[in-house]
């Protein structure tokens, strides 16, 4: 049996790179590592309030239209604001945040960024260190498999076909300049009793070789049958 090992973890320092950067003693290296996770968790858990807020307002204007509603379920959920990933690098007084997004719309609104830095402040209690947080929009969001991963995540919730929406994400990898794309998903598909896994492979996927720069991507969805798990590896370029 193969053993599975993961393939981000697997190539740190050659293709992939830490997204923390700081040095502590080896007492204070627990600290350090509990304080990114939660700088992560409430930058997370801020777009995903300030976004069910702005859905909702949405819904609430456009309540009088059926026609909107209805292009509103079938839109695509390109749109939504999805982390790629969050780097942090830690000076003695200053620690800096720098958070790479596919559509940086909600954190582009005027006092979002200062809003974001009062509640890290608040959850990390860092009185002698100031925050500086800078939001980077990433070139090509269709070759990040975060954004697949939760385009794939809405259309299930929607009651889309598990099968299309696999197939709508590779079509959406076309427009990304990438060698190859493989995605997963396995759980109660369609709702049957029994679990299963769904797998579609497009191009190259040299799993075993390090010098091959491949982005992947483990997403839980919740839908009213149970918990699916996506799994999306994108082969991006070899070194």
């Given at each position: ?32 590592l509990q304080e990114d ?96 947080i800078s939001i980077e ?103």
């Amino acid at each position: 049996m193969g053993q599975k090992i993961n393939p981000l973890g697997f190539r740190l320092g050659t293709t992939q790179k830490h997204h923390s950067f700081w040095f502590a003693q080896p007492k204070n290296y627990s600290e350090g590592l509990q304080e990114d996770k939660k700088i992560r968790d409430c930058i997370k858990n801020y777009i995903q309030k300030n976004r069910k807020k702005s859905s909702n307002r949405k819904l609430e204007s456009d309540s009088s239209s059926e026609v909107i509603t209805h292009n509103r379920k079938n839109d695509s959920g390109s749109s939504s604001e999805v982390i790629t990933r969050i780097e942090i690098q830690k000076e003695i007084d200053t620690i800096h945040v720098i958070i790479h997004i596919g559509f940086p719309n909600l954190l582009k609104k005027k006092g979002a960024i200062e809003e974001l830095e009062k509640d890290l402040q608040k959850e990390i209690n860092s009185v002698n260190q100031r925050l500086n947080i800078s939001i980077e929009k990433v070139k090509e969001p269709y070759r990040e498999p975060n954004i697949l991963a939760e385009y794939i995540a809405f259309q299930l919730k929607n009651r889309v076909s598990f099968r299309k929406a696999m197939k709508k994400a590779m079509e959406l990898t076309k427009k990304a300049d990438i060698k190859g794309v493989k995605v997963k998903i396995a759980g109660r598909l369609g709702g049957k009793e029994i679990a299963r896994a769904e797998c579609i492979k497009k191009g190259r996927l040299p799993l075993q070789t390090i010098r091959a720069k491949i982005d992947y991507c483990c997403y839980p969805i919740r839908t009213i049958y149970g918990v699916l798990g996506v799994k999306i590896w994108i082969f991006v370029d070899e070194e």
